[in-house]
């Protein structure tokens, strides 16, 4: 699940870090006692048309004509009075799409739409406030947005909600209320929050310990290509961790996050190559991705050592390989 950005960073700071399992040979490591946190970014959603007038102003936005989108919404509005097509016009106006981006006209649009109780356009204004766009930053507003649009079964929002709760800046820190709203979210499809929902059940954080009920959860994020639950899932698969052992499904996953930039999997995938673990061993792949995630920021003194220790053929045949995924990422993540 990836929906568009109302919002590109999020409003408030934390410790919500992403969680980093080590690959020991021979066999994988076990999670550690410290459970992690969900993402430090509130969710986020693309506009959705209703059997409503703005029909046809949300068929040319999805189609890309967006001066036609505004053009229709405004018409919308100005005849009908329709709902949807004010939250389309916040919408246009928050990103500049058909209009020249204006944080101001995109708050206001969205606050006549929420007041007419569109759970989107609550959402999108409760983003605005807790960044400060359109307006003072206000982050009791955008929580009281957040659970308005909720309570209308806003999966976004009831992340977003459950965010704050384990942020414990604005409310006090309350893991099980976090569960409740992050369950809301993970029910409805939302990635992001059945990611969040499994890190708790992993550890018993906010709800009862069930690891089978984290591999689902793993699974069913993993599958909506959240590349963070793909890692971890591919982890659980590798263990048996809460259901059935399968390193080459595994395999096939750590190699489909290594391949979409995860440090994390690229050094999961060295690690296996290089000690054949579920698979042929393979020196030079395993040095190719130890440099691209060395590069991406994750230190391996185990892998350091086994590529010290291949033939200076190997080393450069590595090096060679991995020199294309070197030049496309010239600073470190961490």
């Known amino acids: 699940m990836r929906l568009m950005r109302l919002m590109t960073t999020s409003g408030w700071n934390g410790a919500l870090a992403a969680f980093v399992l080590w690959l020991a040979p021979p066999a994988l490591a076990q999670s550690p006692k410290q459970a992690p946190l969900p993402p430090e970014k509130p969710q986020e959603s693309a506009p959705q048309s209703s059997d409503s007038a703005a029909d046809l102003p949300y068929g040319a936005y999805q189609r890309g004509y967006f001066s036609t989108a505004f053009l229709l919404a405004t018409q919308a509005v100005e005849e009908k009075g329709d709902v949807k097509a004010m ?66 079964g806003h999966a976004g929002a009831a992340y977003n909600l459950g965010l704050l709760y384990l942020d414990g800046q604005l409310f006090p820190q309350d893991f099980a209320r976090a569960a409740e709203l992050f369950r809301i979210a993970a029910d409805a499809g939302n990635a992001d929050a059945q990611y969040a929902l499994a890190t708790f059940y992993k550890e018993g954080r906010g709800v009862a310990k069930d690891l089978n009920e984290a591999a689902r959860l793993l ?21 048996g961790t809460g259901l059935a052992k399968n390193e080459q499904a595994a395999i096939a996953l750590f190699r489909k996050a290594a391949r979409r930039g995860s440090p994390v999997a690229q050094n999961r995938l060295a690690r296996i190559l290089a000690a054949g673990l579920g698979t042929t061993a393979d020196p030079v792949e395993a040095v190719k991705w130890h440099l691209i995630s060395k590069k991406g920021g994750v230190t391996d003194l185990w892998l350091d050592d086994f590529v010290g220790k291949l033939t200076p053929e190997q080393r450069e045949a590595g090096q060679k390989a991995a020199q294309p995924w070197l030049d496309a990422r010239p600073q470190d993540r961490s």
């Open 87 to 152: 939250t389309l016009l916040g919408i246009l106006y928050t990103d500049g799409l058909g209009v020249p981006k204006d944080d101001s006209k995109a708050a206001q649009w969205f606050s006549l739409a929420a007041g007419r109780g569109d759970r989107e356009a609550m959402f999108a204004l409760g983003n605005m406030r807790m960044q400060g766009r359109g307006g003072p930053a206000d982050r009791s507003e955008a929580a009281k947005l957040y659970a308005s649009a909720a309570k209308l």
């Open 219 to 239: 699974a069913a994020a993993s599958l909506a290509d959240h590349l963070e639950a793909q890692v971890e899932y591919a982890i659980a698969l590798f263990n």
